[in-house]
């Protein structure tokens, strides 16, 4: 199997990938990457998962059910050469002070951190996120000090902390990658984008706060790029890399740009109607050159505004 990027020929073997998450908007987005490159494609899941996600292409990856006694055994079996864990719960926004539950998201990776490591996997890749860093008021670079605001972010921290530990002296690859805002088709419907997408469909008026943070926003397809990037990639430095686009934008200008890619007037769009949440970050600003150095993805970013437009097409069609 050839992959061409540029001048960069690189000739890949067929690789088995367990990936954790997959019935998420992420993790399901990376499964349908990797199987359209010719991987092989392995999967946890729970008994209560939804695949509804994963339609597609459901058939043609092998699950585990960790609710099922032995399937630690059966991860051994599949001898997965990477590990993607994208596994984890409790990231809304009233469940991320939940120390319990996010005391468990790292007991999980841990297991699974452990597992990989008895795999003798070859590269493991895990995911971060902006909440590491807290507010730092200036573009977050992976030096930048991590002062995380809730549970969620700490947690995240304590479990980076743990991957390194356990990996920073083997012969395995392996990558924290701190994800900004992600968005796109098929991302949660509760989530800023696709629910001021699906009122504005409506033509029904949309409550907002003031709306003036400043956030990293990354279309779905172009972070896929830079993940599968990192997978397809070998002989890189290990470590922490930020997964973000080049440029961040206030919430107020990114979602007058969507009301006006949907031709709906400004007024729908009700800024300051409701308050800002305790504690709400206000400036999330990520720099990617580290990342630029080391990985390239195989195609040309599709950008924010090629992204809300596809994003837009997709949920005014799930309307109609």
């Known amino acids: 199997f050839t992959l061409t990027t540029g001048n960069d020929r690189r000739f890949l073997c067929m690789k088995k990938i367990l990936i954790t998450g997959a019935t998420g908007f992420i993790g399901s987005g990376i499964a349908r990457k990797l199987l359209e490159n010719g991987y092989e494609v392995c999967a946890t899941h729970r008994t209560s998962s939804s695949f509804e996600k994963c339609k597609a292409f459901r058939e043609k990856v092998r699950w585990i059910n960790t609710d099922k006694r032995g399937w630690e055994e059966q991860v051994k079996t599949e001898q997965p050469e990477q590990f993607i864990h994208a596994a984890w719960s409790g990231i809304a926004a009233r469940e991320r002070n939940d120390w319990d539950l996010q005391i468990s998201n790292f007991r999980m990776s841990q297991a699974f951190f452990n597992l990989a490591g008895e795999c003798n996997v070859k590269k493991i890749l895990s995911f971060g996120s902006q909440a590491e860093y807290g507010s730092p008021g200036i573009p977050a670079t992976e030096e930048t000090a991590p002062k995380p605001a809730d549970a969620y972010g700490t947690t995240k921290t304590l479990t980076l902390h743990y991957l390194r530990n356990l990996f920073e002296n083997s012969p395995a690859e392996w990558y924290w990658l701190r994800v900004f805002s ?68 206030v919430l107020k200008e990114l979602l007058i740009k969507t009301a006006d890619l949907m031709n709906v007037p400004h007024s729908l769009l009700q800024f300051g109607s409701i308050p800002q949440r305790p504690g709400q970050n206000m400036n999330i600003d990520g720099d990617n050159s580290k990342f630029t150095k080391q990985f390239q993805a195989e195609s040309e970013p599709v950008g924010l505004i090629a992204g809300l437009t596809r994003t837009i097409a997709y949920y005014r069609n799930m309307e109609s």
């Open 182 to 249: 992600v968005f796109g088709e098929g991302d949660n419907p509760g989530w800023l984008i696709p629910s001021v997408i699906s009122g504005l469909l409506k033509n029904q008026p949309v409550q907002l706060t003031s709306c003036e943070q400043r956030y990293n926003y990354l279309y779905i397809e172009d972070f896929l790029d830079q993940v599968f990037s990192v997978v397809a990639s070998g002989n890189r430095e290990s470590g922490i890399y930020n997964i973000c686009s080049t440029k961040s934008i």
